[in-house]
């Protein structure tokens, strides 16, 4: 099976852009969850999706938003980009019920806001 | 809230050398605990999982024991590798059994020399 994919995997914006990054979930997999990887804060929970229902959120401000496809990909948007946002965002994916529920990881897509 | 604290790194450590990376825990009811490990440029690989009390996960030589009494949930290996080389992150869900909405330790750098 692949892996969870991420693109892009490398992204520079300006300050007060939007940013849009994709997750495609390995098949069968239904949750995605979403991760910001900071020196600062370390690993942050965004948010999860499951069968296109945002079922847990972290907390983060609303400029930060998700959805998910019917066929499970995902979608992350930032708005109003700020130097802060800069970090490594994750993207998990698991089966989404049933135990055990482990997710894996893609490789990540780099930010940087300048 | 859910929390966990880890051993402040970086550590480094001679090849064959004995490595304990300490983890301990905050939260209520029955979590799942985790230790994932993170290599450079890369995303998170899971390493070792435990879901309920005095679980024992294990892989690559790597063993974790979930101790509910102490709250704690330590990483060891008995002999590392330059191959072990990584950042480690211990993690736990607030779901029994399950991945979902992770919340890290600040992560542990490891360096084996040679």
């Known amino acids: 099976k692949a892996g969870v994919t991420q693109t892009p995997r490398y992204l520079i914006k300006t300050r007060g852009q939007q940013v849009t990054l994709s997750c495609s979930p390995i098949s069968g997999h239904r949750s995605v969850s979403w991760y910001q990887q900071t020196p600062g804060q370390g690993l942050q929970f965004l948010f999860e999706y499951f069968s296109e229902t945002q079922r847990n959120k972290g907390n983060f401000p609303g400029r930060f938003s998700g959805r998910q496809f019917s066929n499970s990909r995902s979608e992350m948007n930032v708005s109003t980009l700020e130097l802060g946002d800069s970090a490594l965002y994750l993207c998990a994916s698991s089966p989404g019920q049933g135990v055990p529920d482990t997710q894996y990881f893609g490789p990540g897509t780099r930010l940087t806001v300048l | 809230g859910n929390s966990v604290t880890q051993m402040e790194g970086p550590v480094t450590l001679s090849e064959e050398a004995f490595l304990t990376i300490n983890c301990t825990y905050t939260?209520?009811?029955?979590?799942?605990l985790f230790w994932y490990v993170q290599y450079p440029g890369e995303g998170l690989q899971l390493l070792l999982k435990?879901?309920?009390?005095?679980d024992k996960g294990s892989n690559k030589g790597f063993e974790a024991t979930y101790r509910k009494e102490t709250t704690s949930f330590h990483l060891e290996k008995g002999s590392v590798q330059v191959s072990d080389s990584a950042v480690y992150f211990c993690a736990l869900s607030p779901y029994s059994g399950s991945a979902r909405q992770l919340t890290f330790g600040s992560g542990t750098q490891l360096t084996v020399l040679p």
């Open positions: 435990a879901t309920k009390a005095d």
């Open positions: 939260a209520t009811g029955y979590p799942s």
